[in-house]
């Protein structure tokens, strides 16, 4: 038996709800038998359960999540919905998870119903530094080679975009869009079958294997079943699975206010946008539907910072917009984890009899989520038809503590060095 804990933010994730859901949360209640339970309905978890009810409409699907649909990772993220394949992955590689990203985001899309009301925006990578714009010297000649298309755009054309004179250059990557991560995960589960059962509010406190079928507890109840999905990314391991091959990471994101009519016509003159950096420590920023700026960075290693971050976020807006009033204050500012592995591969595939795997997202979760959901649903019916691991790679082993947090240090300080400005 493994004990779990599980998310328990210091701050709500307070992006702006537009969706309103139809019914109030429901949680799992007694004992019940069913034919799979995922845990976690983020991107992934409802991935597989669609897919699982495509498969066999007949299945009894349970999905239990630790808090409300959107208050976790899901609806914590930046809202990046990228098609283009950026890993550290071979050209010719690359070109084939593009395409899959292509198609899982417009699958995505039309199955949340939102596909005609979000338009595609400006994303793009940005270099502040020398060394960012040689990274993306390099970034153009692996998109040029995996046929990924881009646009070079210079410093003009970033201020005209953004309305800060920051920037030196950048990389407009076309057919990616922004979204509200919270409308999207909210209109993906309200969009899944009635025979599809989901729990909210329902943590995992163990997972148990007996002779034929898993036992998940949860606080009130507990679900038998022959299968087990687990798509609780960062959690993973604390329900005792692949320990020694992730680590959990927080990241840290904030809204100003509702800027004002000026400062909304200089800073989304040519529509929304988002900005990655050159380095991934630096600081992505992004307009919202609402007429705020976002902005995040940084990364604490197996535990959520303190107020201090918000000073850091505060910094680093203020360094591209120094003569805006609004962009000198957060309204909000919240904390949210990612999964990474040693070398970017994720964690997927059948890790037990019967117990199924997709986490190690690597920041990379929205189309990435969907797509390798849907694939793991497939892999539990024998229907294998995209090569996950020949694709993506598999997981390299990571040290134990003391050494893995000493290993993360050593590593971030470096990184963040030559990150720079970036930042």
């Known amino acids: 038996m493994a004990s779990s804990t599980y998310p328990s933010y210091l701050r709500a994730c307070d992006w702006p709800r537009t969706v309103i859901k139809t019914c109030a949360p429901v949680s799992l209640q007694g004992e019940q038998t069913c034919d799979a339970v995922i845990i976690g309905a983020g991107f992934t978890g409802i991935s597989i359960a669609r897919r699982l009810y495509d498969l066999n409409p007949n299945l009894n699907i349970c999905i239990v999540e630790a808090e409300t649909i959107g ?34 985001h417009q699958d995505m899309m039309q199955f949340s119903g939102l596909d005609s009301l979000q338009k595609e925006s400006h994303i793009f990578k940005a270099a502040a530094t020398a060394r960012g714009e040689k990274s993306l010297k390099g970034l153009a000649s692996f998109l040029q080679k995996s046929g ?11 201020q005209q975009i953004t309305g800060s004179s920051y920037y030196r250059s950048g990389l407009n990557m076309p057919h990616n869009r922004l979204v509200n991560p919270v409308d999207l995960i909210t209109s993906l589960a309200l969009q899944l079958p009635e025979a599809v059962s989901l729990y909210e509010n329902s943590p995992v406190l163990s997972l148990e294997k007996f002779s034929n079928f898993w036992k998940v507890q949860t606080p009130d109840g507990s679900l038998k079943a022959p299968k087990v999905f687990l ?26 206010p509702v800027l004002n009519d000026n400062e909304r016509a200089q800073t989304s003159s040519m529509g929304q946008w988002g900005l990655l950096p050159a380095h991934r420590l630096g600081t992505t920023f992004r307009t919202t539907d609402d007429g705020r ?43 949210g984890t990612t999964s990474l592995t040693a070398n970017g591969a994720p964690i997927w595939g059948e890790i037990k009899a019967g117990l199924f795997c997709s986490s190690g997202c690597n920041g990379v979760g929205i189309v990435k989520g969907w797509l390798l959901g849907a694939a793991l649903a497939d892999q ?29 240090l050593v590593a971030s300080t470096i990184e963040k060095q030559m990150a720079g400005e970036e930042r």
């Open 71 to 104: 208050a976790g990772s899901s609806g914590r993220n930046s809202g990046f919905v990228l098609e283009h394949a950026l890993g550290s992955v071979a050209p010719e590689k690359a070109a084939q998870i593009h395409k899959l990203y292509q198609d899982a």
């Open 148 to 158: 990924q298309a881009f646009e070079y755009l210079d410093a003009s054309d970033l």
């Open 231 to 256: 798509a609780n990314n960062a959690f993973v391991k604390e329900l005792g699975f692949k320990k020694a091959q992730s680590i959990t990471i927080f990241t840290y994101a904030g809204i100003t």
């Open 293 to 335: 700026l976002l902005v995040r960075g940084m990364y604490g290693y197996e535990k959520e910072g303190d107020a201090k971050n918000e000073d850091i976020l505060l910094k680093s807006l203020e360094k591209r917009f120094p003569d805006m009033e609004s962009a000198r204050q957060l309204e909000k500012w919240w904390g």
């Open 380 to 408: 539990s019916f024998d229907k294998n038809k995209i090569p996950v691991s020949k694709l993506f790679g598999t997981p390299t082993w990571m040290p134990p503590e003391p050494f893995r947090k000493l290993g993360f």
